[in-house]
Structures are given as C-alpha cells and as structure tokens.
C-alpha cells in the first residue's frame, strides 16, 4: 500500500523540501494557498517519478480543513505521515507596536489552525501514523513578538501531543532547522548574506534523517 504524506505548506521553503525528499516514497498531498507554487511542486514529484495530490486551501479555513480530511480518508483510509510546515510570519515590530490585525492573523493561523488540525489528523494517523513539527529558536528574540509567541504557542501543543502519545501513538517529533534562505527569512532579514544558510533540501534530508534516525 502507498505510504501517504501531507504537508501543510508545501508550496516553498523547507515544505517543499521535504515534499520532494519523501516524494519517492510517499504520496505527498500538498497543501498551501499559492496554486502556481503547488503546480511548480507537482512538476518537480513527477520528474522524481512520484505523485502527489494538491489541495490549494487555506488552513485557517475550517470547513476546507474538513473537507481535506475527509477526502483522505475515503481515499486512503489513513494517513502516515503529517508535516506541518505551514507558518504564518507577521511583520516585525517592537512589542508595544504589534498591530492588532498582525497577531491576530498570527493567533489564527499559527495557533488556532494548528490546534484545530491536530484534532483533525489524531484519528486519520492513528497509532502507527506520524507528525513532524518545527520549533524556532528565535521565538522571545526582540521584534519577534507576534511570531515569536505563537510559533512558541505551536510547538507547546505538539510537545503536550507529544507527550501525551508517547505510549499509544502516532508518534510526534519536533525538528529544529538550521537557518535556510527562504522567503519567511528574507522579510525577517533583508540583506542577509544567504549564502551563509542551508540550502532547504540539506536540511530536510537532515531532518529526515533524524526523524527516521
């Protein structure tokens, strides 16, 4: 049976790194909301010989969310594999400046569609299924406030869901990556020396590696 992977953005960065990573050995269900990013994706799995299956949606958006899961599973009947990638990276700013329709986008997509989510994919993963989350170290750095805080909020869910299936599965691991030259960093650092940063694909096969290791 074809191991099945879904990757909430998948569309850029190291999203789309893993899903070219697993693409030889998964069914990678793509997820974003840029549709030419996907179909770039979609060109590149084919060239790997692999297949994917893109949902152009926005995971803020419940009622899409559903509907995802639910195609899943009456597809598939599972899911093995789920790589939330998906980040929502609101502007800097001091934290006594944040605008309000910043950290409230932050909350929505970082924290609140994460929670949803995880509620979503616990019963499609099952015992033997897997999630992979991905913490920040600049999480409480200054400017870093909306996106420092719910980033932070994120991975305090997967590491209670992490906890709290150590005994009866799916299995949830966090990954920290290596600073990459991707576009959520280039509006957080502008002017920065990329070629000093790890190219996405090297870190996702180090990832892998460690989530497999």
């Known amino acids: 049976?074809?191991?099945?992977?879904?990757?909430?953005?998948?569309?850029?960065g190291l999203g789309a790194a893993l899903a070219l990573a697993l693409a030889?050995?998964?069914?990678?269900?793509?997820?974003a909301k840029t549709t030419g990013a996907l179909e770039e994706l979609d060109d590149q799995i084919k060239a790997l010989g692999g297949a994917a299956t893109l949902a152009p949606m926005d995971i803020t958006n419940e009622a899409a969310m559903q509907t995802l899961c639910r195609g899943i599973y009456d597809r598939w009947g599972r899911?093995?594999?789920w790589v939330h990638a998906a980040i929502h990276a609101a502007p800097l700013a001091p934290a006594g400046m944040i605008d309000a329709k910043d950290m409230a986008k932050s909350v929505n997509a970082n924290m609140t569609a994460t929670a949803t989510l995880i509620t979503y994919m616990a019963p499609l993963l099952g015992t033997d299924g897997a999630a992979l989350f991905f913490d920040d170290t600049t999480s409480g750095a200054p400017f870093y406030g909306s996106y420092g805080a719910t980033k932070a909020a994120q991975i305090a869910l997967a590491r209670s869901w992490q906890a709290e299936t150590v005994k009866t599965g799916p299995r949830v691991h966090i990954a920290t990556p290596h600073p990459m030259p991707t576009a959520t960093r280039a509006r957080f650092h502008p002017g920065e020396d990329r070629a000093a940063l790890t190219d996405p694909k090297i870190e996702?096969?180090?990832?892998?590696?460690e989530f497999n290791g």
């Open 24 to 31: 030889p050995t998964h069914h990678i269900i793509a997820v």
């Open 204 to 209: 996702a096969d180090r990832i892998l590696a």
């Open 79 to 81: 899911l093995d594999l």
């Open 1 to 12: 049976m074809t191991k099945t992977a879904l990757i909430t953005g998948a569309s850029r």
